[in-house]
């Protein structure tokens, strides 16, 4: 089992900056791909940006450039900075880790709200 838990997620000004944190415990050393996903009101979940084996990352369009997603494994912690924010990047914003065996076993965190004012 694997425990997610974000922090870091409120209110900013467009243009602003948010570091968002994911904190992993559990059988973490198992997982293959660790990422952001976010979910604005009535709209499906959709991949931010994820990093892979040997720390590949793959970033959605509409926040490359301005989004970095980073790891600290000595705090088994992952983070996303979040620059030049746009009210259109209001979200619940949550961590995502997966492992990849017979099946793939998906682990979510319970959400962080990201609210950008214009």
């Known amino acids: 089992q694997v425990q997610l838990v974000e922090s870091g997620g409120g209110l900013v000004q467009a243009g602003g900056s948010l570091r968002l944190s994911c904190a992993a415990s559990g059988s973490i050393l198992r997982l293959n791909t660790m990422g952001w996903y976010r979910q604005a009101p009535g709209k499906q979940r959709e991949l931010v940006a994820v990093?892979?084996?040997?720390?590949?990352?793959n970033y959605a369009d509409s926040v490359k450039g301005r989004f970095t997603i980073s790891g600290d494994i000595a705090k088994n912690t992952l983070y996303l900075q979040m620059n030049s924010l746009k009210p259109e990047d209001t979200a619940v914003y949550y961590c995502?880790?997966?492992?990849?065996?017979?099946?793939?076993?998906?682990?979510w965190g319970q959400g962080t709200q990201v609210t950008v004012s214009s």
């Open positions: 990093v892979g084996p040997g720390t590949s990352t």
């Open positions: 995502n880790a997966r492992f990849f065996g017979a099946a793939v076993i998906t682990y």
